[in-house]
């Protein structure tokens, strides 16, 4: 099993930021990837970044690119920070952190076996 928490977010004006980080524990090694996904009220939950921690190469989702930017710990797959710049209102969402064992469906939530709760993220315009 492989438990993650994620902290960092909060209220902030349109063209702010946040970092968000996420931990994990356990068994972190049985897994070769980590993403953040989002979900806002009345819709389904979105990728929004991923990466691999084979070559730590990056995917991300076209409505965060050259805004976000997602990083973490190699050598011990236990930490994953997701880095929001130019924050807009519709980045208002709850930010999940997932893990899991992934090779080419990275944007697909089923896709990973771990999850952490969320942590609200409220952009005001």
């Known amino acids: 099993q492989v438990q993650l928490v994620e902290s960092g977010g909060g209220l902030v004006q349109a063209g702010g930021s946040l970092r968000l980080s996420c931990a994990a524990s356990?068994?972190?090694?049985?897994?070769?990837?980590m993403a953040w996904f989002r979900q806002a009220p009345g819709l389904e939950r979105e990728f929004v970044a991923a990466i691999s921690w084979s070559g730590g190469k990056t995917y991300y989702a076209d409505s965060v690119k050259g805004r976000f930017t997602i990083s973490g710990d190699y050598v011990k797959n236990t930490q994953v920070y997701l880095q929001m710049n130019s924050l807009v209102p519709e980045d208002t969402a709850v930010y999940f952190c997932?893990?899991?064992?992934?090779?080419?469906?990275?944007?697909?939530?089923?896709?990973?076996?771990?999850w952490g709760q969320g942590t609200q993220v409220t952009v005001s315009s």
């Open positions: 356990g068994r972190t090694f049985s897994t070769n990837a």
């Open positions: 997932a893990a899991g064992v992934v090779y080419s469906n990275y944007i697909r939530p089923s896709e990973y076996a771990y």
